[in-house]
């Protein structure tokens, strides 16, 4: 049984070696197999995958604590089990029975599943399925998964929506896929995130579900519904990486100096001001995001999917996080001088990778904007609540 504990004892066990694929992974573009093999024999992928599929599912909290973990030995270790783990539960838990035995074959290793869920392809019936093509971006940890993950509109007439409202999620062998080697990136280097091409490829219905359908087996956190499940990856990720900038530039504040004979980090006023006001901010950007994932698990575990105002309330505690923990890397990184800017001092790789991090679109600022126009249209004037008590 892979339980958090387990986890977190694993990865501190195997830290040097997640730091030095960090660096490796720098050159290669991608995680280095050795390390890809690591996370296997920790069960890192399956994290979300349902237990009669043979994964071992945690809850979404214990999910961010091995996140979060793994993030502050490397970032791109963290990645890919994330990816992993987020890919490989949704083929687990939505794919209809058949299909999820297909990937989820008994008997045979688990495999890890790489893509994501943005419509860029199309879709054309056919009896039995559909003939997809497309080019998908983002598909990181593609060079160590056998199976990919997609997403396309089907064409217009066909199923219970016009094409333009309705998205198909299908998934398919990467061998019937042309993988692009395209990742030439500033940050999330080594995160091997390529483009995946499928050309007039025949994907059964078995392989195929409807985006926003109930899933088929996992249990409660299956009954979170998107994007609840997925909104535990990226911000635990951001926070691990900020604790360990955090620790690096105070590691380094006692050491260095801007001029010769000039005042430490460690002494200057201002820099003692910007780290006791940097750890405040994680910590509460942290404590925010774990709120809303817990009032959603908790509304899972009672049986319901949690509403649109909890999943967006999730969603934007989820900006927030990666945006705070990119600003606080961005100043912290300032004091550390010209030494800090060789590709060789690990704050630079923090912060190109927080930089990154934003730009994921499950991260995008259209949620604050979702927010707000809920604030407005939920809104209730306090005279209006006073006269409403006293009916």
């Known amino acids: 049984m892979t339980d958090r504990d387990t986890l977190l004892a694993a990865i501190r066990s195997h830290r040097a070696e997640f730091e030095a694929a960090g660096d490796q992974a720098e050159n290669l573009r991608t995680l280095p197999g050795d390390t890809v093999e690591t996370l296997r024999a920790m069960g890192a992928f399956w994290l979300k995958t349902p237990a009669d599929l043979g994964g071992t599912p945690l809850s979404p909290v ?22 992993g783990a987020g890919c490989g539960g949704l083929a687990g838990g939505w794919l209809p029975e058949a299909g999820a035995r297909r990937v989820f074959a008994p008997g045979s ?13 199309t879709g054309r019936p056919v009896e039995g399925g559909y003939v997809v093509s ?20 089907p064409q217009p007439g066909v199923g219970p929506a016009s094409s333009s409202e309705r998205i198909v999620i299908f998934v398919l062998p ?22 995946f ?8 219905d078995e392989m195929t579900y409807d985006l926003g359908v109930a899933a088929v087996r996992g249990g409660d956190l299956f009954r979170l519904g998107m994007p609840a499940f997925v909104s535990n990856e990226v911000p635990p990720l951001c926070i691990g990486m900020a604790r360990r900038a955090l620790d690096e530039i105070t590691a380094l504040s006692g050491k260095t100096a801007r001029w010769p ?7 200057r006023p201002v820099f003692l001001k910007e780290l006791g006001r940097a750890e405040v901010r994680i910590s509460a950007a942290r404590l925010v995001h774990r709120e809303t994932v817990q009032v959603a698990w908790a509304t899972a575990q009672e049986g319901n999917v949690p ?10 505690a989820s900006v927030y996080v990666v945006e705070t923990c990119a600003e606080v890397i961005s100043d912290l990184f300032r004091y550390g001088g010209g030494r800090v ?14 930089l990154a991090a934003r730009q994921h679109v499950a991260v995008s600022e259209e949620f604050y904007e979702a927010a707000g126009r809920l604030r407005i249209q939920s809104y209730v004037a306090p005279e209006e609540k006073r006269q409403e008590a006293r009916r």
């Not at 091409?197 to 059964?204: K, L, S, Y």
């Open 62 to 83: 214990d999910f961010c604590d091995v996140i979060e973990e793994l993030a502050y030995a490397d970032s791109s270790t963290a990645w890919a089990a994330m990816i």
């Open 109 to 121: 290793p688990l495999p890890v599943v790489a893509g994501q869920l943005q419509p860029r392809g």
């Open 134 to 153: 497309g080019r998908w971006s983002f598909a990181s940890g593609i060079m160590h998964a056998s199976w990919l993950i997609g997403a396309f509109h």
């Open 174 to 195: 990467k061998d019937q896929a042309e993988v692009i080697d395209n990742w030439q990136v500033a940050g999330l280097v080594g995160t091997g995130s390529m483009d």
């Open 197 to 204: 091409q499928v050309d007039e490829q025949f994907v059964p």
């Open 261 to 267: 004979g000039g005042p430490t980090l460690s002494e």
């Open 307 to 316: 509403d649109s105002a909890q999943q967006l309330a999730l969603t934007a």
């Open 341 to 354: 800017l060789s590709l060789t001092n690990s704050l630079q790789r923090h912060l190109r990778n927080a």
